[in-house]
């Protein structure tokens, strides 16, 4: 998917999205994907072109809520959506949001794992426990 569309291959760091999430990495990365997704067209013309902007690093995510085309599309896009979640009982609307925490937690600890599996084969480091630079002298 090309989340980065002009000719530069510029993309956003994750700093941008790290604001918007309280500094949670997971609800970081879980927003880029939501705009990857948006980027390929998946929510219309208009949002495509917003996560194009957001995600090259163009526009602000904050600056893209206020363009009235942008905003209008995710109203129109999330009424639907609204409107299945008030036709949910109590009982559905939970076990939605526990999937959605399992789902949270699954993607924590892949992030966690990923870090770990990084810092494992970065060239230069090495395990407190590998042996080295040890000496009964």
């Keep these: 998917m090309d989340s ?8 956003v760091d994750d700093s941008e999205f790290l604001e918007m999430t309280q ?3 997971v609800q970081a990365k879980i927003l880029r994907r939501s705009l ?3 980027a390929s067209g998946l929510g219309g013309d ?5 996560a194009q902007e957001v995600l090259s690093g163009r526009m602000g ?12 599309q995710a109203v129109e896009r ?4 609204a409107e ?7 009982g559905e609307r939970e076990a939605l949001a526990a999937e959605g925490e399992r789902q949270i937690e699954d993607e924590r600890r892949r992030l966690d794992e990923e870090r770990r599996t990084e810092s494992e084969n970065r060239p230069g480091t ?3 426990h590998d042996g080295s630079g040890w000496s009964l002298y």
């Design 4 to 11: 980065a569309p002009d000719s530069s291959g510029k993309r």
């Design 23 to 25: 500094q949670d990495p």
């Design 36 to 38: 990857e997704h948006l």
């Design 46 to 50: 208009a949002l495509k072109e917003m």
């Design 61 to 72: 995510l904050r600056e893209a809520a206020d363009v009235s085309a942008y905003a209008e």
């Design 78 to 81: 999330a009424a639907p959506l």
């Design 84 to 90: 299945r979640w008030a036709a949910l009982s109590d």
């Design 126 to 128: 090495k395990s407190r």
